[in-house]
């Protein structure tokens, strides 16, 4: 076994992280969240390189009821999630 067929074995690759982000995002507890959570990876993840995702999964690992108050502007979001993914889903349009 050649040391890159080692590492795919040990990393998760871009595309099943992608998927594996989806997935939460679309399962999160509540219909609400599940939308807008939802709505916003299925809108953006493709174009997230490995540095977004790890963002968007520490988005992601934080309670709904905060992550929808930052949404909605009832509360401030602490600085470590504070990024362009954070930017992106608090302008994101959830209502087509």
Do not use: C
């Not at 590492?7 to 599940?34: S, V, Y």
């Not at 963002?55 to 992550?67: A, H, K, T």
């Amino acid at each position: 076994m050649t040391g890159n067929q080692g590492q795919a074995n040990t990393e998760e690759t871009t595309e099943n992280w992608r998927k594996r982000l989806t997935f939460r995002a679309w399962h999160r507890g509540t219909r609400e969240m599940d939308l807008l959570m939802g709505s916003f990876a299925e809108q953006h993840i493709n174009e997230f390189d490995r540095s977004d995702l790890a963002f968007f999964e520490e988005i992601l690992m934080n309670n709904d009821p905060d992550v929808y108050d930052w949404i909605n502007g009832r509360k401030k979001p602490p600085e470590d999630v504070k990024s362009r993914v954070l930017d992106l889903l608090l302008s994101h349009s959830f209502a087509k």
